[in-house]
């Protein structure tokens, strides 16, 4: 079985290119090949899977027809416009967001009408479908009402995927990932990035700053969780999700204040100590119109699985990317 | 104020044009010129108010642009390819209905950008956004499943009218349209087209067949009524919509049953003698998985006003469309 990743360069992405290596299987279907795609060149996995690595932009003439052109069994498509990036260039979002996901959709139909290729396709969508009001929880099947282009994109390509599915152009599964906590590596610019930072910057002893207040309450799951839905997902029998083929993941529902408290226990009063109130009335207003917590009940019924609690997300942290770590 | 009908030979775009050009103003503010566009020449309204008729091919390269370029201050975007079609020619559907609409509102948008145009647009959606299962009746935050691939084209329009009109490119709304009856004219090729031929047909004295049950439940207005909605969003305060764009509009819950008595009300047993009953399983299929009766509760606080039973849609037949009419 050939494995196509796009956005593997990605660090979601990347942590799913290393497991698939590790695993060299999915739902006890060897893998032959792995075909890495980026904008940037992706690194290779450890290990000896043959993979070959390319650095390609989806929004290119031909870039579609070139990515499924060794017709891959299963196809992750993670590549997108972040959401601050979406909303600031309008065109650049549906471009990469919409146009892409189509063209790799027409590219994968028109092989399908020709000779039958009808691969599995894992789409990584997002809970930006939603805007407020929201009830708290959100349902199932709670209205997509996105507040950004960025959520309209995703939306979009949600509705695409069970267009395509129906017409059986492909078999696919799309899934609204949790905001991941803790993401390794340095900060970034994303507005959700707070909810990484306060934890990850504490316990490597730097400071850290919070822009809301200890009140908010989102949706968590761990990088690790996120690519261990993707591999469920791309084994699992389609036949149980119905026509609607995207579903909100599980995650830890936990205030701002639950994650410190955390924090506390694993690494102390000096961590916490670390984070530095600082308000920013733009961003709170941003993450105030999120959702704040899922009932995920077609995801569970499926044997979709997060983590149970803020600790426990801390832990696969300290496990997977800060190895030898110790309280100071 | 200068108004715009894509679509505008269809029989909705028809009736909408000579309404306009009997109004003569929307809202209070006069109409100068009225445009008309669709694939096949539109004819001009009686009246000596100023009209552009053209045919135009909307999918064609400039076809946008050449549509906005007087800048319309309200544009009717009623342009389809009907759902049966969009379902036999997949390419066909997707091209006319999302990227020829897309491309109007990119149109647009490049005019905001450049000059700061902003029209009201107003966009005929499609109860077909909504698929089994679902409630009866449909409330108005019902998670939007389309099953089939005119009903995601329609969805997917309806998220781009959000995205653009949050952004301020335009001012949009969509309307969700109930079937309309009764349809004027021969019978069409459309699924839904016997909920018009069971009264239309016998009410000419000629037979019609009915291919489902009488139990059959479904969600009707007449095309006055349609074009009073259309007319009334060109002029609604915006505010007062929200985020969300698109509303359901009003309609008659009615059963096949309680059409074919009003029918016997208005005009005998022989009448309804001349429908017969021959069941197409195909078509019941199809019909059964639509939506039966609705709750539109925002349309309805908006003002929008359908008529109150078939007995009243079969009456506005016979004044607009079979004047000298009498019982046999």
Redesign the interface.
């Not at 099947?141 to 507040?147: A, G, H, L, S």
């Given at each position: 079985m050939r494995v196509l990743i796009i956005g593997a360069a990605g660090m979601i992405g990347a942590k799913l290119a290393r497991r698939l290596a590790e695993d060299r299987q999915i739902a006890g279907r060897p893998i032959t090949a792995l075909e890495l795609a980026d904008l940037g060149l992706p690194v290779a996995p450890p290990g000896d899977l043959p993979c070959r690595c390319r650095a390609l932009d989806i929004t290119a003439e031909g870039a579609a027809e070139d990515l499924v052109s060794n017709r891959p069994d299963v196809i992750f498509h993670l590549a997108a416009m972040v959401s601050g990036a979406a909303e600031r260039d309008?065109e650049g979002g549906y471009r990469v967001n919409v146009d892409a996901s189509r063209a790799l959709f027409e590219a994968i139909?028109r092989a399908h009408e020709a000779e039958g290729y009808a691969p599995r396709l894992v789409f990584a969508s997002s809970l930006a479908v939603y805007?407020a009001p929201l009830p708290d929880p959100v349902p199932d099947?709670?209205?997509?009402?996105?507040?950004s282009?960025y959520g309209?994109q995703k939306?979009?390509v949600e509705?695409?995927l069970?267009?395509y599915s129906?017409?059986g152009f492909f078999d696919g599964i799309g899934l609204r990932l949790p905001t991941i906590v803790i993401r390794p590596g340095a900060p970034n610019a994303a507005a959700s990035g707070f909810f990484s930072g306060i934890l990850r910057e504490p316990l490597a002893g730097l400071p850290s700053t919070l822009p809301v207040s200890r009140e908010v309450k989102h949706w968590l799951a761990s990088p690790r969780a996120a690519v261990g839905f993707l591999v469920r997902a791309a084994g699992l029998d389609t036949a149980q999700l119905g026509?609607?083929r995207t579903m909100t993941m599980p995650g830890v529902a936990t205030t701002v204040g639950g994650q410190i408290e955390a924090l506390g226990r694993v690494a102390g009063a000096e961590a916490v100590a670390l984070i530095e109130e600082v308000p920013d009335p733009q961003i709170a207003a941003m993450i105030g119109s999120w959702p704040r917590a899922f009932s995920p009940d077609r995801a569970t019924a499926l044997g979709f699985e997060a983590e149970g609690s803020v600790d426990e997300l801390i832990a696969v942290y300290l496990e997977d990317d800060a190895p030898g770590w110790t309280a100071r």
């Open positions: 309008f139909r805007g099947d709670q209205i997509r009402t996105p507040r282009s309209t939306a979009i509705l695409l069970d267009d129906r017409r026509p609607r």
